[in-house]
């Protein structure tokens, strides 16, 4: 499908002085796609320069377009020596791509133009150097046309959507989901490839960023074939990470699920609640199979809100009649290689039974080997994944990921996600809201024939199926679930000291290790549920780091009592039960006999303590959750118009002596504090879909970053029905903060209803949230799926401030041009936020520092409501 794309280059602002004599600069502007370039006239003595240029055309197939950012950057003429960069501008052109069918709302009153048919890019764009920052703005409008294109063997993917969030978009119907998608992609880092032994840091910070924003790109197109070859249309739960492997080069890996997705109408958008959908027939070249094909059926299509199967309409009763689902036939199930789905929350019905976390590492030396390699590294770990889950009788593995550690050439490799039940039945029965909700933590394998020792109970809300002490879960909590109380977060650390060596010696030391850090995470995990008096976690992330000398295990999640499982045990009562049977402790010990040299290293001792407090207790006032929603909710609103607050906080320091794990928990104690401290004027309020992620950048430090989403709230329950807080199956309705808590706020902050504050949209500009939504308002239209990586590179860390001064400053100027982008495309709003990789390396006596950030999310045009409080 060829295209031309036009560019026109309108002015530029704020420009930093060039010119040191007369205090101006002598800007032009450098247009790029591929390998054809245009210029602009030189606007000379002004830091205001006024272009007004011609419209420069590109003509490309859609493939390169995908492939290929557009580049703008900035110069400054000079008439006797080399032009001068001032920065550049990256654009990325897949939102251009999109059909104009993505738009979810039919009103189109409110929307401009560009918003509708998503073939233009506007506005003001901040110009950004790798060694300054950013440098003044540059105008500019790009325009699309596309041409029609039957042909079968072109190599472009135009017009799949992807989405970052994890579940179902809102605004769209479910039709068919179609299974696992990933691609992977290998470069060689341009950190890495000095032609002259010489670093030129401007230059080779500019080579990797404009390599980075082509791999994304390549990534998405290639998955993007992959999606319209099974017959699908979008790819949600997408993820997108770059590994670093030093001199071997750069891999970027993107996986998702492809599923069919349609707009809904404007009263179903309205009243939408996500049911069971189809999932369609793909064939599959491997001989291991989930589940027997002869135990795939038809599913039944969901049933459609607003409307009866019989075409009368659904009348609304105090108590809401349970909707009969409507029979399409469809053909049988069948997810292909691997049942993996990438979502973690999920339409009440859909997930029959958890199984419980399954996962798979490996540890691999680095070489020169190509994508293959590392492409079957993977499958290996999801062949092992894939079965785990079979062994505990479930046919998918839901809120799967992947995670990788490199230190020189040593690399880890983790895959993760819920073994479970998916539903497959034709006869399948929809949840009711009398019903307990309890089957879903039934365990879907047989008592007698277990694949592990554990001890089993009889649910005690059905008193009929059978379930486990504990539930561990790597997805959000299930709709329907009745939970005791309110979430906390649930923190484990494990450190473990290993020899400095290289090769195959500092692989095999590796991976020796790994089993024990496991355990022992789980030991923890295990004390820290008794304490906090939960008996599951739900959204929890395991993961493992790899340093010079260290090795750094750590998990997190929520803690919840659910009701269906037996109580938690006291602390002490959890002691004298693991200190009781000798024989189970010896074989279990025998079990972890994995040959591993040392044996005496390998002995495991966890105190009450756990290495080191527990830190999922959070003041009163605040209440928190590492997923979308907060577990235990009762009926609370949000004052989301008007409170409403994205958080980053980056740690790093040098470990001297090396980091233990009491030492690691108190670190997270102290940055979750500082939150707390930061955040007090919002009180009450609750931090949903916290993420905590560890990295060892250098030899001896420690990096700990914390993102998450601050939401004031308040008890509006006679406002409830007036404000829409129900967003497509996630129930908005945070937990209300007990009396106690709310006598315990403080009082001297000014009311809420004393402050006079004008609509979010005039505050703030765009709203950058980790959430799939924007509380207090509602998604008319996805622009897109933006991904941009940056770079930032000072040799004069005293002079500004420090280290963390450079960091912070970095996070927000990429914030400022994440806005700007989202705003050029017609959005107002970036959601499913992710800051995947934050690389921070310094050199304390050189004055150096450079940092790496990848950040993505889905672009979105909201529409505010207001609720009077």
């Given at each position: 499908m060829p295209g031309k794309l036009k560019v026109k280059i309108i002015a530029g602002r704020n420009l930093p002085v060039m010119d040191r004599s007369s205090d101006t600069t002598d800007a032009f502007v450098e247009i790029k796609l591929g390998t054809v370039t245009y210029k602009t006239d030189v606007c000379r003595k002004t830091l205001n320069p006024q272009w007004n240029s011609e419209w420069y055309k590109f003509e490309m197939e859609d493939a390169e377009l995908q492939d290929e950012p557009l580049q703008i950057r900035l110069m400054d003429y000079d008439t006797y020596s080399a032009n001068d960069a001032i920065g550049k501008v990256y654009l990325n052109l897949n939102p251009l791509l999109l059909p104009s069918s993505l738009v979810v709302s039919q009103d189109y009153s409110n929307l401009s133009n560009n918003q509708v048919k998503g073939l233009t890019i506007s506005g003001w764009l901040p110009v950004y150097d790798t060694m300054h920052g950013i440098r003044g703005e540059v105008n500019i409008v790009v325009k699309l046309d596309l041409f029609e294109d039957f042909n079968r063997f072109r190599q472009s993917s135009c017009g799949i959507q992807f989405f970052s969030s994890s579940m179902i978009p809102e605004g769209y119907e479910l039709k068919a989901i179609h299974g696992f998608v990933e691609e992977l992609v290998f470069a060689d880092d341009p950190e890495y490839q000095w032609i002259d032994k010489i670093r030129t840091p401007r230059s080779t910070n500019e080579a990797r960023q404009t390599l980075f924003f082509k791999l994304n790109g390549q990534v998405k197109r290639k998955i993007g074939l992959k999606v319209l070859d099974i017959g699908a249309n979008s790819v949600v739960g997408y993820k997108q990470c770059f590994d670093l492997e030093g001199e071997c080069g750069v891999?970027?890996?993107?996986?998702?699920?492809?599923?069919?997705?349609?707009?809904?109408?404007?009263?179903?958008?309205?009243?939408?609640?996500?049911?069971?959908?189809?999932?369609?027939?793909?064939?599959?070249?491997?001989?291991?199979?989930?589940?027997?094909?002869?135990?795939?059926?038809?599913?039944?299509?969901?049933?459609?809100?607003?409307?009866?199967?019989?075409?009368?309409?659904?009348?609304?009763?105090?108590?809401?009649?349970?909707?009969?689902?409507?029979?399409?036939?469809?053909?049988?199930?069948?997810?292909?290689?691997?049942?993996?789905?990438?979502?973690?929350?999920?339409?009440?019905?859909?997930?029959?039974?958890?199984?419980?976390?399954?996962?798979?590492?490996?540890?691999?030396?680095?070489?020169?080997?190509?994508?293959?390699?590392?492409?079957?590294?993977?499958?290996?770990?999801?062949?092992?994944?894939?079965?785990?889950?079979?062994?505990?009788?479930?046919?998918?593995?839901?809120?799967?990921?992947?995670?990788?550690?490199?230190?020189?050439?040593?690399?880890?490799?983790?895959?993760?996600?819920?073994?479970?039940?998916?539903?497959?039945?034709?006869?399948?029965?929809?949840?009711?809201?009398?019903?307990?909700?309890?089957?879903?933590?039934?365990?879907?394998?047989?008592?007698?024939?277990?694949?592990?020792?554990?001890?089993?109970?009889?649910?005690?809300?059905?008193?009929?199926?059978?379930?486990?002490?504990?539930?561990?879960?790597?997805?959000?909590?299930?709709?329907?679930?009745?939970?005791?109380?309110?979430?906390?977060?649930?923190?484990?650390?494990?450190?473990?000291?290993?020899?400095?060596?290289?090769?195959?010696?500092?692989?095999?030391?590796?991976?020796?290790?790994?089993?024990?850090?496991?355990?022992?995470?789980?030991?923890?995990?295990?004390?820290?549920?008794?304490?906090s008096g939960c008996n599951g976690i739900i959204g929890l992330k395991v993961e493992i780091c790899l340093g010079e000398r260290i090795l750094v295990g750590y998990a997190t999640g929520t803690g919840i009592r659910l009701s269906a499982l037996p109580p938690p045990l006291s602390p002490n009562e959890n002691n004298d039960l693991v200190g009781s049977d000798e024989d189970d402790i010896e074989e279990e010990l025998r079990e972890l006999d994995l040959n591993?040299?040392?044996?005496?290293?390998?002995?495991?001792?966890?105190?009450?303590?756990?290495?080191?407090?527990?830190?999922?207790?959070?003041?009163?006032?605040?209440?928190?959750?590492?997923?979308?929603?907060?577990?235990?909710?009762?009926?609370?609103?949000?004052?989301?118009?008007?409170?409403?607050?994205?958080?980053?906080?980056?740690?790093?320091?040098?470990?001297?002596?090396?980091?233990?794990?009491?030492?690691?928990?108190?670190?997270?104690?102290?940055?979750?504090?500082?939150?707390?401290?930061?955040?007090?004027?919002?009180?009450?309020?609750?931090?949903?879909?916290?993420?905590?992620?560890?990295?060892?950048?250098?030899?001896?430090?420690?990096?700990?970053?914390v993102v998450g989403m601050a939401v004031g709230l308040a008890e509006v329950e006679k406002h409830l029905n007036n404000c829409n807080s129900n967003y497509d199956g996630i129930e908005l309705k945070m937990s209300r903060v007990d009396e106690e808590s709310a006598r315990n706020t403080p009082t001297n902050r000014p009311s809420r209803k004393s402050i006079h504050t004008p609509p979010r949209e005039q505050r703030y500009g765009v709203d950058v949230s980790p959430l799939c939504y924007v509380p207090g308002a509602r998604i008319s239209n996805y622009l897109g799926n933006l991904n941009f990586f940056f770079i930032r590179e000072s040799s004069c860390i005293r002079e500004s401030g420090g280290l963390s001064s450079f960091v912070h400053g970095f996070v927000a100027e990429v914030l400022a041009i994440v806005r700007a982008h989202v705003t050029a495309i017609g959005g107002n709003a970036l959601i499913s936020y992710t800051m995947s990789e934050c690389y921070l390396m310094n050199n304390t006596h050189k004055n150096q520092a450079q940092c790496l950030i990848n950040v993505g999310g889905d672009a979105v045009f909201v529409k505010y409501t207001e609720c009077n409080v």
């Open positions: 891999v970027v890996r993107g996986l998702g699920t492809a599923v069919t997705l349609d707009p809904i109408t404007p009263l179903e958008f309205q009243d939408a609640k996500r049911e069971p959908s189809p999932l369609c027939r793909r064939s599959s070249d491997s001989d291991i199979s989930v589940v027997p094909r002869d135990l795939f059926y038809s599913w039944r299509d969901f049933w459609s809100p607003g409307h009866s199967p019989s075409g009368n309409s659904l009348v609304i009763t105090d108590k809401p009649s349970k909707p009969t689902p409507a029979v399409r036939p469809t053909e049988p199930l069948d997810m292909g290689e691997y049942p993996f789905l990438t979502l973690t929350k999920y339409p009440a019905g859909f997930i029959q039974h958890i199984g419980g976390v399954v996962s798979a590492r490996a540890v691999k030396l680095l070489g020169v080997d190509e994508a293959e390699t590392r492409d079957s590294w993977w499958t290996e770990l999801r062949l092992e994944v894939r079965s785990h889950a079979r062994a505990l009788a479930c046919n998918a593995v839901i809120a799967y990921s992947e995670h990788t550690t490199v230190w020189d050439d040593v690399c880890i490799l983790s895959a993760s996600g819920t073994a479970a039940v998916i539903s497959q039945n034709p006869n399948i029965k929809l949840v009711d809201e009398d019903e307990t909700g309890c089957s879903v933590y039934h365990i879907p394998y047989n008592e007698a024939s277990h694949p592990f020792r554990m001890k089993l109970s009889k649910c005690l809300q059905c008193k009929n199926g059978k379930v486990g002490e504990i539930l561990l879960s790597t997805a959000d909590l299930m709709d329907g679930s009745n939970v005791d109380g309110k979430g906390s977060l649930i923190q484990a650390s494990v450190t473990r000291v290993k020899r400095e060596c290289k090769g195959e010696m500092n692989a095999k030391e590796v991976s020796d290790a790994l089993p024990f850090i496991e355990y022992e995470l789980h030991t923890q995990l295990m004390h820290r549920i008794s304490s591993s040299g040392n044996k005496e290293t390998n002995i495991v001792e966890v105190g009450n303590d756990c290495g080191g407090g527990n830190v999922g207790v959070p003041p009163d006032g605040f209440l928190i959750s590492t997923t979308q929603g907060i577990p235990g909710a009762s009926a609370v609103g949000l004052l989301a118009v008007r409170n409403l607050q994205m958080f980053t906080q980056i740690w790093k320091a040098k470990m001297c002596p090396l980091p233990s794990s009491a030492s690691i928990s108190a670190q997270f104690h102290r940055l979750l504090q500082g939150v707390y401290f930061k955040l007090r004027g919002m009180t009450p309020c609750a931090l949903a879909n916290l993420r905590i992620k560890v990295d060892l950048p250098q030899p001896d430090d420690l990096q700990i970053s």
